[in-house]
């Protein structure tokens, strides 16, 4: 029993004399010291680039005597005391991840508190984009896989912003391609922490949606039996043109015609620019065989050119106007535009018959009528002498009259013809009268009489204003 009282003597002893030199135990340790120190109840952000710069919000408790403000390990910048509850400090530079935010002050630091966490997020990284190329005109839906997409602001071609932004998750995005020039282009991601660097993998290339490439109708190598066809890939069940040049007949080119095809082209149209045999030995149905065989070939690749095969406009200029008018009533064609067009042959035929007759030993050509109706003596291979006749000649000079086509197939196209009045190979009463022939038979016309025009198809295309009215009377007629 004594040796348990003298223990519990010097315990006591021991007790009281560490008090006395150290102070109170309580007192001087955990209370005292957190009851001073800085907490933090909220942070404004709770992400930033791992470049730094990011101004954050700290609320909090004593915050008033704030020395400095960790990220992890790193010091914040430019701090800002509001208040005893508020400061702001800028993030320093740091790698990707979490870091505790902690405040100091000369009273101590804020203990580690969830709501104090700050992820530091890396800028974005393109991978991959899919497809990887697209048209110049835009419109291109393009998937953009890599990493960080976080928080996403814009997504650029070489500088030029996508449209209709979306992020599936933060590896994948989907955007539209904009406008944009021919050639290739880098695709950036930017994010509040960044832009993606450009690297080999975020390369679109924009494609001109324009073609155009020479193609052979009839499986030939002639020059004479191609086509040149100008199509936009873009386009879908687009109205399409045929264009048929001039030169009486026995020469002339598509160069005669590109301008027209051009001009059909740049307003909507897929453009078919034809060639057909031409010469003084070649007879008129050989080039009717030339037509129909550029138009089953065109129907045979309406998908490839992206055309509505009931959307079709035979176009043609002088002897290409007539040879348009044949080829329009032979089916296949919703519209006919004829220029300056020989829409009845048999008429300059007796023009000319009667000039001849009149004209003088010494002048046997007196006039361009007479000059023309000379070819179509040569392709017939005999004088004109009507067309009533049940010989060889006459049924030649009946199949070379666009007249006698019509009703040839159903249903028939409707017609724009333009004429000039001062107008000396094509007589202009001749636009007049085949109007009329043709509303006689039930089919829709237009005919546009040129003042103060000959024989020149800027009749049509010398004018804007007018090439306009064409334009719109054809999308009416053939939509």
């Known amino acids: 029993m004594f040796v348990v009282k003298l223990r519990r003597a010097l315990l006591l002893f021991l007790g009281a004399t560490l008090v006395g030199i150290y102070g109170s135990t309580a ?8 009851a001073s120190a800085p907490s933090i109840s909220s942070v404004s952000a709770l992400r930033g680039a791992t470049a730094g710069g990011t101004r954050v919000t700290i609320t909090g408790q004593r915050l008033l005597h704030a ?34 935010l902690r405040v100091v002050t000369p009273s101590g630091r804020s203990v580690l508190v969830s ?57 994948a995005l989907t955007v539209t391609a904009p406008a944009h020039a021919v050639g290739a282009a880098y695709i950036r991601v930017t994010t ?35 086509l040149t066809a ?37 307003h909507g149209w897929q453009a078919f ?29 309406a998908a490839q050119f992206g055309i509505d095969p009931n959307r079709g406009t035979a176009y043609g200029f002088s002897a290409g106007g007539h040879l348009a ?33 009149a004209a ?30 049940s010989d060889g000649c006459a049924q030649r000079w009946r199949d070379f009259t666009p007249e006698y086509a019509i009703g040839r197939s159903r249903p028939m196209p409707a017609f724009y013809i333009v004429q000039g009045a001062q107008d000396p190979v094509v007589p202009p009463a001749s636009a007049l009268d085949f109007g009329g022939i043709l509303r006689a038979h039930g089919v829709t016309d237009s005919v546009v009489m040129m003042a103060g025009f000959g024989h020149d198809d800027r009749e049509l295309f010398g004018s804007p204003t007018k090439i306009i009215t064409m334009l719109r009377w054809d999308l009416a007629h053939s939509s």
Not at 27 to 34: F, K, L, R, W
Not at 67 to 90: D, E, K, M, N, Y
Not at 325 to 349: C, I, K
Not at 362 to 385: F, H, K, S, W
């Open 360 to 389: 003088a030993p010494a002048n046997p050509a007196p006039n361009p009528e007479y000059n023309l109706y000379t070819r179509e003596r040569d392709m017939m291979g005999c004088e004109y002498a009507g067309v009533s006749g």
């Open 67 to 100: 020395t400095a403000v960790l990220f992890g390990s790193s010091r914040g910048s430019a701090i800002h005391v509001s208040s005893s509850t508020s400061l702001q400090v800028t993030s320093p530079a740091h790698a990707a991840g979490s870091v505790w």
């Open 230 to 266: 100008t199509w936009r890939s873009t386009r879908a069940k687009a109205p399409w043109v045929v264009t048929l040049h001039g030169g009486s007949w026995i020469h002339g080119s598509q160069a005669y015609t590109a301008w027209a095809a051009s001009v059909f082209y740049a």
């Open 273 to 301: 620019n034809l060639s057909y045999s031409i010469g003084d030995k070649v007879p008129y149905s050989q080039q009717v065989t030339d037509l129909l065989a550029a138009r089953k070939w065109i129907a045979a690749h």
């Open 27 to 34: 007192a001087s340790a955990g209370p005292a010291s957190t």
């Open 115 to 171: 709501r104090g966490r700050f992820s530091y997020i890396a800028p974005p990284v393109v991978t991959s984009v899919s497809p990887p190329s697209g048209w110049s005109t835009g419109g291109s839906r393009v998937v953009v896989r890599g990493a960080n997409f976080l928080d996403v602001t814009g997504v650029s071609f070489s500088g030029v912003a996508g449209r209709t932004l979306a992020v599936a998750y933060s590896g």
């Open 192 to 226: 509040r922490y960044g832009t993606s660097l450009v690297t080999a993998a975020d390369r679109f290339s924009f494609v001109d949606p324009k073609h155009v490439q020479s193609f052979q109708y009839e499986g030939t190598t002639d020059p004479n039996q191609s």
């Open 325 to 357: 008018a044949v080829l329009g009533l032979s089916g296949g064609f919703r519209t006919v535009v004829s220029v300056s067009g020989v829409l009845e042959p048999q008429r300059v035929a007796a023009d000319g018959v009667r000039v001849a007759a």
